[in-house]
């Protein structure tokens, strides 16, 4: 079983840092892309960063200059650093594995292509 976990959230002051960790467990061949989302109170969820396996990184226009995204291939690990909080960064942060492949227990075979989503960690930003 494929299962992706974030971890890092917390409550900062307006002005401060933090970093979001993401890692996919099971038994993983590759990630496609890797991407953080997130999702305010009371509005849609929106795509914050995405990166690749082959390092491509795209970020929403509301967080370039102060986010930076990352990943670690070979310990299937993305980060998100984040700098220069405001309090409209309040959210659930969620972590996103696109296009995986990973060997299934259940059913004995590779399966690929899925997608799978974490269950989100809460970043405050007090002003």
């Known amino acids: 079983q494929v299962h992706v976990v974030e971890s890092g959230g917390g409550l900062v002051q307006a002005g401060g840092s933090l970093t979001l960790s993401c890692t996919v467990s099971?038994?993983?061949?590759?990630?496609?892309?890797t991407g953080w989302y997130r999702q305010a109170s009371g509005k849609g969820r929106e795509l914050v960063a995405v990166?690749?396996?082959?390092?491509?990184?795209k970020y929403a226009e509301s967080v370039k200059g102060r986010f930076t995204i990352s990943r670690d291939n070979a310990k299937n690990t993305a980060f998100l650093q984040m700098k220069s909080l405001k309090p409209e960064d309040t959210a659930v942060y969620y972590c996103?594995?696109?296009?995986?492949?990973?060997?299934?227990?259940?059913?004995?075979?590779?399966?690929?292509?899925?997608?799978?989503w974490g269950k989100g960690t809460l970043v405050t930003v007090s002003s």
């Open positions: 996103h594995a696109d296009n995986v492949v990973a060997y299934s227990d259940h059913d004995e075979e590779l399966v690929y292509g899925m997608n799978y």
């Open positions: 099971g038994t993983i061949f590759s990630i496609n892309a």
């Open positions: 990166v690749t396996n082959g390092d491509a990184t």
